[in-house]
């Protein structure tokens, strides 16, 4: 007969995590909430028995959710934590072996984006009983690796547990991580399969209900003074506004303080939508995929001051964009890691709070009035090529994707969230979308994973039921990863997914050609064949449980949209477009290493033109 000990509870590893984990609650704007919304689960040996008996005891608190693949679960908890400003996250279990490593990529795309997403693997038997287990990788001189040590890179906390006491300490050292605004990013407590179903005498308080509140560090008054001084100083001030804007919800004191003080703001891939795109210091986005007029004040300023940005290649058109000799850099950032990049004078801290002490220290100063009518000067030329690159195309001419996002920013509704991922659509939504509400932007550009964007809408469509959900998605990538749109018909959340089919990997090709070379084994046509495949998208989106057709044209897209949005449920849209063309409007040198020998004349006067560009880089600093 087991004795428990006063005070404590008789619990096995598995249930005494999940109902740590399920007692969780948040601070958010809309009250107090469960920190976690839910658990992407596919079972298998190594978390069945445990994690799937215990999830079973509390799905009412903490709901279980089934997916179709490892990967594409994480990706739509990884879109759920980006959808709200990192305030809440999902959990993610599965089996060991290829269940667990199925989630690296994913563990990667959080780490990049710093998104929260705690992983639960099964692990080996901590006992070594049956050792080795089934799915078990085994080191020759390492007994103690198993598969999940890939995790490792990828993870901002990692453990393994080994022990069930062993979750007193690791459980809340992961809330601390996900809910830290500095650190945040993806968990990995690697779950030994026996010690799941080990028990252990627990505290009882261990498991009393625990609010968080996500801090708002304020910045050290010297680097604030610092950087007003700087900004009353400067002739030509530019605000470069990334994520962090949006997840301190700083995106309505942005666009006061930009219009109280003049300061033009271009916005990263991660910032678009901070502003809306009316908005009249908005100047939309820069670097590699920037608007002309965003890209032009980037030139031509001489102090550029990152808010909540981790100044990733595609902005600072690598290192090359941002250009005058004399010019500043000063990076606000809550992560001190990312404050101090590219030799930046940094403030440390939350952007609100930093927007907020700063109007304070500036009083009734206001930029140049000439730099600001510059700036503002080079919309009006953007807008007449954002008409021109999303006009319908004349007959049987095929669209270009520019053309495609035209027609289906016309037909969202105001507040509707726009997501995608890779290939060459996110270049052409950064400069081309009109952001017209705070969220309605959600592009996963910092790892840029193939696969992610069906998957990330129903995570979008989990946070926001109320807004309709568009997926854009290439052929390439909907190849990839696409079972996740029957995971949205069996669980209702409807999503819109309008599938450009290129046949191939038309951006890659782009890129390949703009080194000099023929296009070889990127579309389909180019790559080795006996037949070329004929692929039936809407067909197969149908045997997933969609509604689904193929249009020819833009009117013919149109038309479907409509009926998409009037539709019960998730509906794919698919039409053929030109892999070739692009909007050529805007746009700044991306650092593409071309070979700096071959016998082909095409590659070596790129590597001439390479050269010549990498000679504007910045890489002292």
């Known amino acids: 007969m087991t004795t428990v000990r006063l005070g404590t509870v008789r619990l096995t590893g598995a249930q005494a995590a999940v109902r740590y984990l399920a007692r969780q609650r948040v601070e958010t704007p809309h009250g107090v909430v469960p920190y976690f919304a839910g658990v992407w689960a596919i079972f298998g040996h190594g978390n069945v028995a445990g994690l799937g008996e215990a999830l079973q005891g509390v799905r009412d608190a903490l709901p279980t959710y089934r997916a179709h693949n490892e990967q594409a679960m994480a990706h739509a908890a990884i879109a759920y934590a980006k959808a709200e400003r990192r305030n809440r996250a999902m959990i993610c279990t599965t089996s060991i072996g290829p269940g667990a490593t199925?989630?690296?990529?994913?563990?990667?795309?959080?780490?990049?984006?710093?998104?929260?997403?705690?992983?639960?693997?099964?692990?080996?038997?901590?006992?070594?009983?049956?050792?080795?287990?089934?799915?078990?990788?085994?080191?020759?001189?390492?007994?103690?690796?198993?598969?999940?040590?890939?995790?490792?890179?990828?993870?901002?906390?990692?453990?393994?547990?080994?022990?069930?006491?062993?979750?007193?300490?690791?459980?809340?050292?992961?809330?601390?991580?996900?809910?830290?605004?500095?650190?945040?990013?993806?968990?990995?407590?690697?779950?030994?399969?026996?010690?799941?179903?080990?028990?252990?005498?627990?505290?009882?308080?261990?498991?009393?209900?625990?609010?968080?509140?996500?801090?708002?560090?304020?910045?050290?008054?010297?680097?604030?003074?610092?950087?007003?001084?700087?900004?009353?100083?400067?002739?030509?001030?530019?605000?470069?506004?990334?994520?962090?804007?949006?997840?301190?919800?700083?995106?309505?004191?942005?666009?006061?303080?930009?219009?109280?003080?003049?300061?033009?703001?271009?916005?990263?891939?991660?910032?678009?939508?901070?502003?809306?795109?009316?908005?009249?210091?908005?100047?939309?986005?820069?670097?590699?995929?920037?608007?002309?007029?965003?890209?032009?004040?980037?030139?031509?300023?001489?102090?550029?001051?990152?808010?909540?940005?981790?100044?990733?290649?595609?902005?600072?058109?690598?290192?090359?964009?941002?250009?005058?000799?004399?010019?500043?850099?000063?990076?606000?950032?809550?992560?001190?890691?990312?404050?101090?990049?590219?030799?930046a004078r940094p403030v440390v801290g939350d952007a609100d709070a930093v927007l907020a002490a700063l109007e304070a220290r500036l009083g009734d100063w206001r930029a140049p009035s000439a730099w600001t009518s510059k700036a503002q000067a080079g919309l009006a030329g953007w807008n007449a090529a954002w008409d021109a690159a999303t006009a319908s195309p004349g007959d049987n001419a095929l669209p270009s994707d520019a053309q495609v996002i035209g027609a289906v920013w016309r037909k969202a509704r105001p507040d509707a969230v726009v997501v995608c991922a890779a290939g060459g659509l996110p270049g052409e939504l950064h400069k081309l979308w009109r952001t017209r509400t705070p969220g309605g932007y959600h592009l996963e550009y910092g790892y840029s994973c193939m696969g992610y964007e069906i998957a990330g809408g129903l995570g979008v469509k989990l946070a926001e039921p109320g807004r309709d959900v568009h997926v854009m998605v290439g052929d390439g990538s909907y190849l990839m990863m696409n079972s996740e749109l029957a995971t949205s018909v069996m669980l209702g959340k409807k999503l819109i997914v309008t599938v450009l089919d290129n046949r191939g990997f038309g951006c890659i090709d782009r890129l390949q050609r703009s080194t000099g070379q023929p296009g070889f084994n990127n579309l389909l046509a180019d790559a080795e064949h006996a037949v070329l495949p004929q692929i039936d998208f809407a067909a197969h989106a149908q045997s997933l449980g969609c509604l689904a057709e193929k249009v020819d044209g833009i009117a013919g897209l149109e038309a479907a949209l409509e009926r998409a949005q009037a539709a019960d449920r998730t509906s794919v849209i698919v039409i053929d477009t030109d892999p070739r063309a692009s909007t050529e409007a805007g746009g700044a040198w991306w650092d593409v290493a071309t070979p700096e020998v071959s016998e082909a004349p095409a590659v070596r006067a790129a590597r001439e033109a390479y050269e010549a560009m990498t000679k504007q880089q910045r890489t002292g600093d």
Request: negative net charge.
């Open 102 to 343: 199925n989630m690296v990529t994913a563990a990667a795309v959080a780490h990049v984006n710093r998104l929260p997403v705690l992983f639960l693997p099964g692990d080996v038997y901590a006992s070594r009983r049956p050792d080795p287990v089934l799915q078990q990788v085994e080191d020759f001189g390492d007994g103690t690796v198993s598969a999940n040590d890939c995790f490792r890179p990828v993870s901002r906390y990692f453990d393994r547990i080994t022990r069930p006491e062993q979750l007193l300490a690791a459980l809340p050292r992961a809330m601390a991580v996900l809910l830290d605004p500095a650190e945040c990013g993806p968990v990995t407590l690697a779950f030994c399969q026996d010690v799941q179903a080990e028990a252990f005498d627990f505290p009882e308080a261990f498991f009393a209900e625990r609010t968080w509140r996500v801090r708002r560090p304020h910045p050290d008054p010297a680097e604030l003074d610092e950087l007003a001084d700087r900004l009353r100083a400067a002739e030509a001030p530019l605000i470069v506004a990334g994520g962090g804007v949006l997840y301190s919800r700083a995106e309505g004191r942005l666009a006061r303080f930009a219009d109280r003080f003049g300061l033009p703001v271009a916005e990263t891939q991660a910032g678009k939508g901070v502003l809306a795109w009316d908005h009249p210091m908005c100047l939309g986005s820069v670097g590699v995929t920037g608007t002309s007029a965003a890209n032009a004040a980037a030139e031509d300023a001489d102090l550029i001051v990152g808010v909540g940005t981790r100044l990733q290649d595609f902005t600072t058109g690598s290192r090359a964009l941002f250009r005058r000799q004399d010019r500043q850099l000063v990076q606000v950032n809550v992560a001190a890691f990312d404050a101090h990049k590219h030799g």
